[in-house]
């Protein structure tokens, strides 16, 4: 199947600029055979160019340039662009190195060994550094041994402020992240800025800057805490373990999962109120500019305790059960519940000058807005970040006054982590995470949705039969998110049966017979040694099942999109063949006992809802043993599978399995979470006599997403219940 791109790819960022004056720009499309020109009419905002000392160095022929999205070289939407647009600048009589303008960089002559381009000027890696770095007017790149003026490049795209990251320095360790932008078309849109060459001097043997002038755009990024299970380091994508899952309702900061898809932006916190600002933007073109202490105090504060959840929550799940999938492969904690603080994008958007028309337009005979009124349930919000991530949600959604949607610079009653969008992000209850755009800085009020990669080209679902090249423009953009459940931990036999299951926080507390069942040993159950004054026959080292009645404990969380409650989890302990439900723990009531109340804010049900099992396990048939010392492994273990489903107040429910959902980017990954429990025999050693002591049935391995990852066979499932798998 032909991949489509995205009809309206274009179209808003040419309205945008329809003030300003119009030149004529070549748009080409891909092919699988060539690619062709197509010309249209567009108009950008261009840097005037100005003259300088160091313009007299040419030959004085005239030179066109052409101006690139950025989005072709640098993050966004960027990683997927399948176009270039290539925006002629045309500078009469003006010689070629224009770039130059406005540059005190030091020039040096040719080098007697020296082979390329005598005709362009030498630079030193310093004077580049000191004078077009971030800051500077005229920013400057390096890419191998070339130098370039990205002046209007960066005026001529909205996500131009990326690349300044770069600015003063080489653009190659931003290539070497986003390997799409080492295509041959993007080096030729790059070369139409080239200025000049890296002086010899700063170069190695191989022509190219030494390693030390390329500095790693991670290295700023945050500590984190080492009890992460990481996905991915740079950019960082990690997951919380499940024994610290849930240990609070509301997901503390440290272990709130991380889902990154660059570096993280660098802010300065005792500045960020006077100098980080965000820009609003009208359809009209019209702009506002708020920084962040204004948005502080001119508008009301308001709270919102919420999920986010990435829509690969669970995609290991999707790859285990049902087929290859592309992504990070998240277990269950790609979700986690914090309490928001900001205010109101709709207070926001009101006094920005946003119109829109009244909602009960849509029910009338004419269903017309008025003249400069804007019709929410045609519009969009686009959200911009300044690592250049970009999403939109519609504009119903942002004006909802049920909805909740804010601009958030507090989490937890603490200031924004910096993993975690500091120093504003967008908060989006109910819906996906990814459109809960971190490092928050423009917002653009349209009549489509955001143009970038992550919106048009990701963050979708297919049918399973779609395969790896889906039509992306026929796909939804995924915004609410479907009910979902997750088993995150199992405990059974003696600490369920002595009452030390860890219910979350008030449970931890050592003492009175509770303890912090994360440290404590899944025991089964345990047969006592055969008593050698007995004149009967000794007890066999390991019985042929499991004893009748073990209790087991589990615990785990269930959500739904939307706003919509959880009213209901099923679990099963033999694979489904029968159900029984869960208690449901009511965080947010204000009957919830006072160590473990909480203030719940919104209008809907947001947060996740945390849920506890106790029940018997069914009897487990265990093969004799074939153990001839301590320790020792058996061949074959046999197993029960745990299951849990859950349904919201809609009466949506999971689906059963995941081949039915498939689809090969492996999102919104919701079918019955199923985990396996196999109980093993171990003989123990009576270490006080040096003989053979008692035997300990013990939970083995327990697998599934989020648990050990299965690598077993199955075996024919045994009579009297359980599921059998060969080792």
Not at 313 to 331: E, I, P, Y
Not at 522 to 546: A, L, N
Not at 564 to 590: F, H, I, N, Y
Not at 601 to 609: E, F, I, L, M, V
Request: proline share 8%.
């Amino acid at each position: 199947m032909a991949t489509r791109y995205p009809s309206g790819l274009l179209s808003s960022s040419l309205r945008r600029a329809s003030k300003r004056p119009a030149i004529t720009c070549s748009v080409y499309s891909t092919s699988p055979c060539r690619a062709r020109p197509l010309h249209t009419t567009a108009v950008v905002r261009t840097s005037s160019p100005t003259t300088s000392k160091t313009s007299q160095i040419n030959n004085g022929s005239t030179r066109s340039a052409r101006a690139a999205p950025i989005s072709l070289l640098v993050g966004g939407g960027l990683l997927a662009s399948a176009i270039a647009i290539a925006q002629s600048y045309h500078y009469d009589d003006e010689p070629h190195n224009h770039h130059l303008s406005g540059s005190n960089a030091q020039i040096i002559h040719n080098n007697n060994n020296d082979n390329r381009d005598p005709s362009l000027p030498r630079f030193r890696l310093s004077s580049i550094r000191d004078e077009h770095g971030p800051t500077s007017r005229h920013p400057w790149v390096t890419y191998q041994d070339k130098v370039y003026n990205i002046t209007d490049w960066v005026a001529a795209h909205p996500g131009g402020d990326v690349i300044l990251r770069a600015a003063g320095g080489s653009i190659e360790p931003y290539w070497n992240i986003f390997s799409i932008h080492k295509a041959p078309h993007v080096r030729e849109i790059l070369d139409q800025y080239l200025v000049g060459y890296i002086d010899i001097l700063d170069l190695d043997e191989n022509g190219k800057p030494t390693l030390e002038t390329i500095e790693d755009p991670f290295q700023a990024d945050p500590v984190r805490d080492p009890r992460f299970i990481v996905h991915t380091d740079k950019p960082r994508n990690a997951e919380p373990p499940n024994e610290e899952l849930l240990r609070e309702f509301r997901t503390s900061n440290e272990m709130f999962y991380i889902r990154n898809h660059m570096w993280v932006p660098v802010v300065d916190e005792k500045t960020a109120d006077e100098e980080y600002a965000l820009t609003v933007e009208l359809p009209d073109g019209e702009t506002k500019r708020y920084t962040l202490g204004e948005l502080k105090v001119k508008f009301p504060t308001h709270k919102v305790t919420a999920v986010l959840q990435c829509s690969g929550n669970r995609r290991n799940d999707m790859t285990r059960h049902a087929g290859k999938t592309n992504g990070l492969q998240w277990g269950v904690g790609a979700i986690g519940n914090a309490e928001w603080e900001g205010v109101r994008l709709a207070d926001v958007l009101a006094d920005a000058g946003l119109v829109v028309s009244d909602p009960r337009v849509a029910t009338r005979k004419s269903s017309q807005a008025n003249d400069g009124e804007e019709d929410p349930r045609l519009m969009h919000v686009q959200f911009s970040g300044l690592e250049a991530y970009g999403a939109s949600i519609p504009l119903s959604k942002a004006l909802d006054p049920m909805g909740d949607v804010i601009l958030a610079y507090g989490m937890n009653g603490k200031t924004l982590p910096r993993d975690h969008g500091f120093p504003l992000r967008a908060i989006v209850p109910g819906n996906v995470a990814a459109r809960s755009v971190k490092w928050l800085s423009k917002i653009v009020i349209g009549d489509e949705e955001s143009t970038s990669q992550w919106q048009r080209r990701d963050y979708k679902s297919f049918g399973p039969n779609e395969g790896a090249n889906p039509d992306w423009d026929r796909a939804k953009a995924i915004q609410e998110m479907p009910v979902t459940s997750a088993i995150t931990g199992v405990w059974v036999g003696e600490c369920v049966r002595k009452g030390k299951a860890p219910y979350w926080a008030n449970n931890r507390q050592n003492g009175r017979g509770v303890v912090d069942v994360a440290a404590v040993e899944r025991v089964i159950g345990y047969t006592p040694p055969p008593d050698p004054t007995s004149t009967t026959t000794p007890c066999k080292p390991c019985p042929d099942q499991t004893p009748p009645a073990e209790p087991v404990a589990i615990q785990g969380y269930a959500y739904s999109g939307g706003g919509r409650a959880v009213a209901r989890v099923d679990v099963s302990l033999d694979g489904g063949k029968t159900w029984d439900q869960a208690e449901l723990v009511d965080d947010c009531s204000p009957n919830a006992p006072e160590s473990n109340k909480t203030n719940c804010y919104g209008n809907k049900n947001w947060s996740w809802t945390r849920w506890r099992y106790t029940g018997q396990l069914p009897v487990i048939p265990i093969p004799p043993s074939t153990l001839s010392s301590p320790g020792e492994q058996q061949d074959k273990k046999f197993c029960t599978t745990l299951v849990v489903k859950a349904t919201d107040e809609a009466y949506n429910s999971q689906p059963e399995t995941h081949k039915g959902i498939y689809n090969v980017r492996g999102n919104l990954a919701t079918a019955w979470h199923r985990v396996r429990i196999c109980p093993s025999c171990v003989v123990e050693e009576n270490q006080a006599h040096g003989k053979a002591g008692g035997v300990r049935w013990s939970t083995g391995e327990t697998y599934g997403c989020g648990f050990g990852k299965e690598t077993v066979a199955a075996a024919t499932p045994p009579a009297g219940g359980g599921d059998a798998r060969a080792k």
